[in-house]
């Protein structure tokens, strides 16, 4: 197991070390073996591509060996994939720099988004498209490896590979207005701060936690507008 310096760079864009191949194992999924970072992130990202296989469209449906994870050389100097810390799934059908995802499946990706907690960002989300992309997220790191965040997230959320269990209300609600604003919208030119602000409370929306605003009895917006009908409708 070894780390290295990648074009004069010791971590990559989202704080992981720089690795050699012998940091990674495969994790296949479909048949297509994709080589990431050993560990925790191992379990995250094979926990993603598996959901996203299951649940948003096969890895394997376009061409043969178009989902990739390390790599050791890349156009970008700091490079996730320089770290073994993101994936590429069915690249040939979506090139960088074009957004050509259906709003449907764009949907399916939101939610699974908001199910990983986080812990893993998409490069549709980037000023330049990059709809193949995706990786650990921001606060997935810590040191030369995995921070309490995604450790926490991996014990709680994953098993024997795959994604268990249901998440928060308030973590759905950002999904869903995130497929509404990538599909009716346009893209987000930088992150979804504002959405989350006006959903879940400014308190909580940097934290990455999305506990709800103090007026509403601590729901989200979706769920104190359910009770506001409730109530409403009851009367």
């Not at 649940?55 to 043969?64: C, R, S, W």
């Not at 810390?85 to 939101?110: C, E, F, L, S």
């Not at 006006?198 to 509403?216: A, M, N």
Request: glycine share 12%.
């Amino acid at each position: 197991m070894s780390f290295r310096t990648a074009y004069g760079y010791k971590y990559s864009e989202n704080g992981w070390r720089m690795c050699n191949r012998d940091e990674c194992v495969t994790v296949t999924v479909a048949g297509m073996g994709l080589h990431v970072r050993s560990g925790y992130a191992a379990e995250v990202l094979g926990a993603w591509v598996r959901w996203y296989h299951e649940n948003v469209e096969p890895i394997d449906l376009y061409k043969p060996l178009d989902d990739w994870g390390w790599s050791n050389t890349n156009d970008v100097a700091t490079s996730n994939h320089l770290s073994g810390t993101a994936v590429d799934v069915n690249a040939t059908q979506y090139p960088w720099g074009r957004r050509v995802m259906p709003v449907d499946r764009i949907a399916k990706v939101r939610r699974g988004l908001a199910l990983f907690e986080g812990c893993i960002f998409w490069g549709a989300d980037w000023s330049r498209a990059d709809e193949m992309h995706y990786q650990l997220g921001a606060g997935t790191a810590a040191g030369d490896g995995a921070s309490a965040k995604l450790i926490d997230f991996v014990q709680r959320r994953i098993k024997n590979g795959r994604l268990v269990d249901s998440v928060a209300p308030a973590a759905l609600d950002v999904g869903r207005v995130n497929a509404f604003t990538q599909g009716f919208m346009g893209p987000i030119g930088s992150d979804t701060k504002d959405n989350r602000e006006q959903l879940c409370g400014s308190g909580s929306r940097d934290r990455g936690e999305f506990d709800g605003w103090g007026q509403l009895g601590d729901r989200t917006f979706t769920d104190g507008l359910a009770a506001v009908l409730e109530k409403a409708v009851n009367r």
